[in-house]
Structure formats: C-alpha cells, structure tokens
C-alpha cells in the first residue's frame, strides 16, 4: 500500500467539520528543539509580528556557556507559524472530556448535553494534542519528491492542492510532531478536514513512522496474493466489524472484513471549540 494520494476530488471534505479531529488542518504554530552548535545565532533571527506563513521564530532556551559548564546541552528553539496537521487519533483528542460527562451525570444525574456544554471549556481535559506540520516542496530535498508524492517514501504524508490555500502542493512531516495545547486549535483557523478514505491513508503512514518500518500483515496479504496492495477503502464499519476494499496494483479490489481497531469510531459527543 503507497499510502499517497488517490487524486484531488474526495481528498478533503467539502467544509471543515466542526469536531476537532484527525486528519484537520490548522494555521498553529510547531516547534524544534535543535542542538546550539546547529543554529548558533538562533537569537538573531526574529521576524517581526504578525509573522509570515511558514516563518520561524529563533531563540536560546538557556544561556550556551552556562550550559556547557553544567553539562547541559546548549539548545536553541524554533517556533513555525504556519499550516499544520492534528495527527492524534480520535479515541484520544476527546477521551477526558466523555470520561468527565460520564462521570458527572452518573454521579449527579445531570443532563448529559447540559454536562457537555459546561464541561467543554474545561482545558485542564484533553490539553494536549499532537501535530506535524506542512512543507512545500520547495522546502524538501528534490530527490526526495517522487517517493513521497508516490507515498513509498517513509516519514511523509503527501497531500494534494487545498481549497483556499493557494495552489502549492504540500507534504506532512512527519518526523517533525510538535505537541500543542489544544485551546491553540481554534475554530476560526481551521483551513480543511481530510475525507474518511485519506484518514485511512494518513494512518497506515503514521504507522509506518511510528510503528512498524514495514507493516507485516499487509506484506503477508500481498504475497498471499501475489499482488501489491495500493489502496485501502473502507465499504462498511460498524462497532463489530469493518469490510474494506483492498485495491491491487492490477485495479482489482479485494473485498476483507475484520474487527474495527478499538477507539476507531467517533468520538461520542461533540465537543464545543474556541472561535
């Protein structure tokens, strides 16, 4: 399975959902924590406010000297402004928050969508949230392109034109995971929400990077069948079982029904964002 895109139309919803999500794409900012040796003048580089998209603040975390004679590294850190990707799955991003409604009607039989709607600014809950940002191409080494645009390239999640955002093709590293707070994912800069069939891609990617440097059960389909697997589509899902369509690399779909990956479903309740 190349885990690249399937072409333009599908790729995103029509409009961003309202739910926080997988797959969403925000302006927010990233960051890095580099070695001091690597940007030595990191001080020295701080664009003026409001920043570009795609600039970078620079700044010393400590001074280099005294952490050189305490044995602490010298770091500098970078902070990005631009466009980026949530990469926390579903089960996660909302799993305090149903846990607190749960809790609070069973304890004071509350009214469920009355507990939602007060316990939902509470950001003590589900506080952080895990993204990686956008790069253009031209911010990519070029022998690089072909393997991530074709999806074989590990660490990538290829991405096609947004709507809105220009005509630029973009590329999620996903080496580069920031942690952020959540209350940072405001509605109002939500740029797009992948479609269901590209959540599945981004996925088998994330688990490529963050899992398995080859993932074993698609490799032991492939030889059973003699065929690669480009295309994973989910047909039906349900909380016991899930049939997806395996598209072979002669255009042919394998039908396949397993049990859903726990915590796969939506999250139960919708929970109320920033503007």
């Known amino acids: 399975m190349k885990g690249g895109p399937a072409g333009g139309e599908g790729f995103y919803l029509p409009e961003p959902q309202e739910q926080l999500s997988q797959g969403d794409l925000f302006m927010v900012p ?32 400590w001074d280099p000297a005294g952490a050189r004679e305490a044995g602490v590294p010298a770091v500098a850190i970078e902070a990005r402004w631009g466009a980026a990707m949530v990469l926390s799955h579903n089960c996660e991003i909302d799993k305090d928050f149903n846990e607190a409604v749960d809790r609070l009607v069973a304890e004071e039989g509350l009214d469920e969508e009355e507990v939602a709607r007060q316990v939902s600014p509470d950001w003590e809950l589900d506080r952080y949230i895990v993204v990686a940002p956008l790069l253009t191409y031209g911010e990519i080494a070029a022998h690089k392109h072909a393997g991530i645009r074709s999806g074989q390239r590990i660490g990538y999640f ?65 030889a059973a069948v003699g065929r690669e697997i480009v295309e994973v589509r989910p047909l039906k899902e349900s909380r016991k079982k899930v049939t997806v369509a395996l598209r072979l690399d002669d255009g042919t779909d394998l039908p396949v029904e397993t049990a859903p990956t726990p915590g796969s479903t939506a999250p139960e309740r919708l929970r109320l964002t920033e503007e």
């Open 158 to 222: 290829p991405l096609v034109p947004i709507p809105g955002y220009g005509p630029a093709d973009f590329a999620v590293h996903l080496s580069r995971v920031s942690t952020v707070e959540r209350r940072l994912l405001r509605a109002g800069l939500k740029i797009a929400s992948l479609a269901p069939d590209s959540v599945k891609r981004l996925q088998y990617k994330i688990a490529e990077v963050f899992a398995s440097r080859r993932l074993a059960l698609l490799a032991e389909l492939e």
């Open 30 to 61: 990233t960051s890095v924590v580099w070695s001091h040796d690597s940007l030595p003048d990191a001080s020295a580089h701080v664009p003026p406010l409001p920043p570009r998209i795609g600039a970078a603040v620079l700044t010393r975390a």
